[in-house]
């Protein structure tokens, strides 16, 4: 169980052009969902927190009307990279809570998209 | 916020040795401390976690250590394989939070 899919996996695009990125849970629901972003060799940081039916919490430094974020289900979250540059080039990667109900967050990943902006 | 640090960045050991990577937070209401791996250009994956409420946890050639009054968890690897490669990430997060925090990551790297 706690299956989390991301689509697609890698995509190049122009500099200009949006990309989107779906994370779907599989075979659970999420109330919330994570994106993150991972340059080579560190860490996952946190870009923002998605909640179904609401607007996503954006962190600090994370422009939201670069990175659109909706959260039309409970099983779907998709991230926007909107007029994609150079720099935007990363590894973007989802998770999903899961319903543990017992109040921890344990979060299961997607396998991640690599988007390369020419 | 959580601050969590992770130490060492890199770590290199032979084969059938044991492995420990540890990890502070600074807020002391964190409860939960999942364990992630993640290989090279893959998803991070959970391989274990501990609850405030216990101090140890294992999992075979896995076990994660607790202490709640000096803010600091660890993973131990046992009897270390090639395939325990990876880069480990350790998080902390509270029950009223959202999200996790991560620490900055550890690469094993297991010499046969």
């Known amino acids: 169980g706690a299956v989390v899919s991301q689509h697609p996996s890698r995509v190049i695009c122009k500099s200009g052009t949006s990309v989107k990125i779906e994370c779907r849970s599989l075979d659970f629901q999420a109330t919330t969902m994570f994106w993150y972003r991972q340059f080579p060799k560190q860490s996952l940081m946190l870009m923002a927190t998605s909640n179904e039916g609401s607007k996503a919490t954006y962190e600090q430094g994370v422009e939201k009307d670069k990175f659109l974020i909706n959260h039309a289900s409970l099983t779907l979250s998709t991230l926007t990279v909107t007029s994609a540059h150079p720099e935007d080039s990363s590894f973007y990667i989802c998770?999903?809570?899961?319903?543990?109900?017992?109040?921890?967050?344990?979060?299961?990943f997607g396998p991640g998209t690599r988007l390369t902006v020419l | 916020g959580e601050n969590v640090e992770q130490h060492p960045s890199t770590l290199s050991v032979q084969e059938g040795d044991s492995a420990v990577i540890k990890c502070t937070y600074s807020d002391s209401a964190s409860n939960y401390f999942p364990w992630y791996k993640q290989e090279l250009g893959k998803r991070p994956q959970l391989i274990i976690d501990i609850r405030s409420n216990v101090g140890e946890k294992k999992d075979q050639r896995i076990a994660v250590t607790l202490n709640k009054t000096a803010k600091h968890f660890s993973l131990h690897i046992t009897e270390t394989q090639p395939e325990d490669s990876a880069v480990y990430f350790c998080a902390a997060s509270t029950s009223g939070a959202n999200n996790l925090f991560f620490g900055t990551g550890t690469r094993l790297t297991v010499i046969p």
């Open positions: 998770s999903a809570r899961g319903g543990s109900g017992n109040g921890y967050n344990e979060q299961f």
